[in-house]
Structure formats: structure tokens, C-alpha cells
């Protein structure tokens, strides 16, 4: 943090949060003094807070907010100045406001909703500013490699034999992005989707640190087959890279693709073995791709029915209203499960134990009332005990008891109290000669 580039104001917030007072007498010169010695001794990273700073939470973050918008307003004229200095100031306001608006720290309750709500808007408008300024350092950074190559152009001697510098330089940096050594193409007849192709090669243009511009004249390196067919009998309309995008597109995906889009993310299940970190990765992709990106609502009630079964069994245990909610209470529950797998049971034998006499006894464990395993898995498919209807057990059957049922085994006739097999008064099924048929709840 630059503390030559913060107002008055803000050094002596940085000072009181720090924990010093009696500020009044001081000038702006003295206490950016202080607070540069300060800065010195600190842990990178760390938000400082006094325990005495206790901010009024509506007052700071109707001054973050103002600071916010001047912020705003300095990107814009920076942007239009073309001056390549102007990041510096805006990194230490970023920081200054960023440190501010974590030293809030609102808990999360109903009379704070508005204003945690405010405080995400702040941030976003942040994150945005520190995007939009990264983009015109390098845009400004672009335009001065371009003024010095211009420059040593212009100081080369104007001999017949010097002819080809020009093109040998202007090579030169197209070999530094060079989009066939990207390895990525798009033919028109399988593989990458169109949405896939254009995603790739939009993370291989940032990584170049090329402009659209430039990528457009070498678009015929990433394509192949009856994509490239297509595009030379196009390229002459083509001006720019959304005009390319747009007609891409318009001629390679499928007539219906945002309904058929809605189905194949409908019928987009969790695997089995394919972690919930990576499933909800791929469903934001798939939501991302369609031309109407759908609400968090809809992106939630989606993804809540197609996680896998483990996970659907145990929502009602959670409270959440967002997909990332979500997302973090699964997670937990993943590794719960694969603890729960790794469990060993105890061992049995005693031989090599110090305590033998402690050790587990497998013949004196108390024997649970209730189906066996074999039971169970009768119990699964077939009916339920109360309407015999197949499909749903009697603890979720929409009718009413119709039936007089045993609730633990569904034997016919009896209630769970009078059951031989349930109530651990009787001797089970071999006593009475009865055979169970195997009803399900």
C-alpha cells in the first residue's frame, strides 16, 4: 500500500484501526509517516484491527460506498487519459477499501440482511474495478510495445536491403501467440461443441495476452474439415471476432440447442465415483453455455435433485438458499462418507491384545430387533405393507391405515407389540411355521 496516494481521511482510519488516537493536531505529511513505519512491521495479509474499533456498520458502509463510486470514476477517466501510470493509485485504494469492508465482519441475522446485501454489492463493484483496471494496464502496456517498436522501425537505416524488418518483427511477435500451436480445432462434424471450441480458445487468447483483433486473422489455423470450408466462403463478411462467433454458431449448433440443452442438463446426473466438487464444476459449465443463463434459483432446484442419493438423503439435515451452500454442506458429507468407509471392524483376536479381557466379544453383542439384511433387500422390491401397491413404502403412502400391519416387518394381522418376530416375545417365524413374504414399508 502506497500511503502517499490516500486522502487525509483514509490514512487516519488506517492509524485508528491500528489503535492510535488523538490524531487531531497531526497533519497528513506526519501520519503518512506514521503509518509507513507501521506498514513496515507487518505481516502481509493480515487485516489489522484494534479491539477498540467498533464502527457504527450503516455509517462506514455509506462511506465505502461514496469512496466506491470516486474509485469508479477515477477507472473511467484513467481509461480515457491513455496515461500509463494510474494502477498504483488504484491497488491502494483497492486495498484500503478492501481491509474496510472485511473489518465489518456483520453476523449473519435477519436485521442484517440489508446490510450484508450492501456489502456484497461493494464487493462486487471491488472485484470489478480491479478487473476493468487490469484490463487497461494491458491495453496501455500493448499500445507503449507498439509505440517502441514503431520507434526502433523508425531509427533503422531506409536501405533496399533492411526492406523486410518490418515483417521480420511484426513474425516475431506473432510467434509469441501463435493459435496452431495452441492444438485446439473445431471441424464441424463431432468432437468440441461449439461452445467448447470458443471457451478454449477465448482461455488460450487471455493466456497470449492477445487481442480479438489478432486472433481473428489467424482463425483459420483452428479450424479443420467442413468448418473450414465454411469459414473461406464467409471470411470476407467476417469484421470482427463477434461477427466470426455469432455466424459460428448460427451455423454449427443445432436449431433447438437451448431446449435441448435444458434436457441433457436436466438428465445430468452425479456418477458414482465422480466427486460432488467436480459434478457442480461441470453443471455451472453447462448452465454457463446456455444463451439464457438461468437464475440461482432454477441452477439450485436442478442441482439438488441430480447430486447423488447419499447426498439427496441428507438435505434434510441442512439449511441452505444458494448453490454454493450447497455445495459446502455436500462436501462435508463426502468426507463423512469416505471416513465412514474406511472404518475397520474391531478385531477379534485376543492372543496378541494387553487387554484381553477388554477385547470385543462377537457372540455377547445384543442382538437388535429388527429385519435382517436378507429382509431388507426383499423389503426393497416389493410392496407397500399398508395398500400393497408398489412403488413407495408404508411410511410415505398417501393413504390412511387401511391395513392392521405390523410396523416393524410388516407381518399381517398384528401390531409391532404382539409381532413374534418384533416384540422379542415370541420365537420368529420358524416357531409359528410361517413363511414372511416380504412386503416393503
Not at 537505416?157 to 473445431?186: A, D, G
Not at 481473428?216 to 466470426?244: E, M, P
Not at 441430480?306 to 439435515?317: A, C, E, M, S, T
Not at 405390523?406 to 415370541?426: K, L
Request: charged content about 30%; hydrophobic content about 35%.
Amino acid at each position: 500500500m502506497d500511503v502517499n496516494k490516500l486522502l487525509k481521511d483514509e490514512v487516519k482510519y488506517e492509524l485508528l484501526v491500528r489503535g492510535f488516537s488523538g490524531l487531531q493536531a497531526e497533519t497528513v505529511t506526519s501520519m503518512r509517516r506514521q503509518l509507513q513505519e507501521i506498514i513496515r512491521t507487518e505481516t502481509f495479509g493480515d487485516i489489522v484491527t484494534d479491539a477498540g474499533y467498533n464502527p457504527v456498520p450503516l455509517d462506514e458502509i455509506e462511506i465505502i460506498t461514496k469512496k466506491t463510486e470516486s474509485l469508479e470514476q477515477f477507472v473511467d477517466s484513467w481509461r480515457n487519459s491513455g496515461k500509463e501510470k494510474g494502477d498504483e493509485v488504484i491497488d491502494t485504494k483497492l486495498k484500503h477499501l478492501y481491509g474496510r469492508v472485511q473489518r465489518l465482519k456483520l453476523e449473519d441475522k435477519p436485521e442484517n440482511r440489508v446490510l450484508c446485501s450492501a456489502v456484497s454489492n461493494i464487493m462486487a463493484r471491488l472485484e470489478a474495478i480491479e478487473v476493468d483496471a487490469d484490463k487497461i494496464q494491458q491495453a496501455l502496456q500493448m499500445e507503449f510495445l507498439a509505440r517502441s517498436r514503431g520507434n526502433a522501425l523508425s531509427q533503422l537505416p531506409s536501405e533496399p536491403t533492411n526492406s523486410n524488418t518490418s515483417t521480420i518483427i511484426t513474425n516475431i511477435h506473432k510467434h509469441q501467440f501463435e493459435p496452431r500451436k495452441w492444438e485446439v480445432h473445431f471441424t464441424g462434424e463431432g468432437g468440441l461443441s461449439v461452445s467448447a471450441f470458443l471457451e478454449i480458445v477465448e482461455e488460450k487468447r487471455r493466456a497470449s495476452n492477445i487481442s480479438h483483433g489478432e486472433l481473428l486473422t489467424c482463425v483459420s489455423d483452428l479450424l479443420q474439415g467442413v468448418a473450414a470450408i465454411w469459414y473461406r466462403s464467409v471470411q470476407n463478411g467476417i469484421k470482427s471476432w463477434k461477427d466470426f462467433e455469432s455466424l459460428l454458431r448460427e451455423q454449427f449448433q443445432p436449431f433447438n440447442y437451448e431446449q435441448e440443452l435444458w434436457a441433457e442438463i436436466k438428465s445430468r446426473t452425479q456418477g458414482p465415483e465422480e466427486r460432488v466438487g467436480i459434478y457442480f464444476a461441470v453443471m455451472d459449465n453447462l448452465f454457463k453455455r446456455l444463451p439464457t443463463i438461468p437464475t440461482e434459483d432454477q441452477r439450485l432446484n436442478i442441482l439438488q435433485q441430480n447430486i447423488h442419493p447419499y447426498f439427496i438423503h441428507n438435505l434434510g439435515l441442512a439449511s441452505y438458499s444458494t448453490v454454493e451452500e450447497l455445495l459446502k454442506f455436500c462436501k462435508k458429507l463426502e468426507v463423512n462418507r469416505d471416513m465412514a468407509g474406511k472404518c475397520e471392524p474391531p478385531p477379534t483376536q485376543r492372543d496378541n491384545l494387553l487387554e484381553p479381557d477388554l477385547a470385543y466379544r462377537g457372540d455377547s453383542c445384543i442382538s437388535i430387533p429388527g429385519p435382517s439384511r436378507r429382509l431388507m433387500a426383499v423389503e426393497h422390491r416389493s410392496k407397500c405393507w399398508n395398500c400393497l401397491e408398489e412403488g413407495h413404502r408404508f411410511s410415505t403412502c398417501s393413504k390412511s391405515r387401511i391395513r392392521r400391519f405390523c410396523f416393524g416387518c410388516g407381518r399381517d394381522g398384528v401390531i409391532r407389540a404382539q409381532c413374534p418376530r418384533c416384540s422379542g416375545n415370541g420365537h420368529g417365524d420358524e416357531a409359528t411355521g410361517r413363511r414372511f413374504t416380504g412386503q416393503s414399508r
